[in-house]
């Protein structure tokens, strides 16, 4: 391949990325209660889900004290522009309700994330972006579509439209 050629699909491939203006939701790992963040993009959500299943972690949420989780417990909880509500302990999927999540708001929820894995990295307590990773997300719009992405390693899920 050209050079030239080389270098416009680089560039091609830096601006599609760039020009995305769908949600993100961000795992931010934090003891003793983890935290997501979701930045609306420019189009009005209603919801947001996270699926679990299928990430590198085995991951599940931990809500209560002596359940299926390690040591510390907490359970979902509004941390500004949600509609919290329960999580059964063990549960590998959640879906919480926004509060006008319209264009450019931010919104967030905690809760704690365990690890399943025998040998994890930073103990079963907490959660690195490589056991995050292939967990699904999905996105609720306001007009009734919905956008799904899956968490990178970097602990990041982006839905482009």
Do not use: H, W
Request: proline content about 4%; hydrophobic content about 45%.
């Amino acid at each position: 391949m050209p050079v030239k050629s080389l270098a416009f699909l680089l560039l091609s491939a830096g601006a599609a990325q760039a020009a995305c203006d769908g949600p993100t939701l961000r795992f931010v790992e934090s003891a003793p209660r983890d935290r997501f963040e979701l930045t609306v993009g420019a189009a009005a959500l209603t919801a947001v889900a996270v699926d679990l299943r299928g990430s590198a972690g085995r991951l599940i949420f931990d809500t209560e004290d002596g359940g299926t989780g390690v040591e510390v417990f907490q359970p979902l909880r509004d941390e500004g522009g949600t509609q919290a509500g329960s999580v059964a302990d063990g549960a590998e999927a959640v879906r919480v309700a926004l509060r006008a999540a319209t264009p450019g708001t931010r919104a967030a929820f905690s809760i704690d994330v365990d690890d399943r894995n025998t040998a994890s990295d930073l103990g079963q307590i907490r959660v690195t972006g490589s056991e995050m990773a292939g967990a699904r997300v999905t996105f609720e719009a306001a007009d009734g579509s919905t956008l799904t992405a899956r968490f990178d390693d970097s602990n990041r899920a982006v839905a482009c439209p």
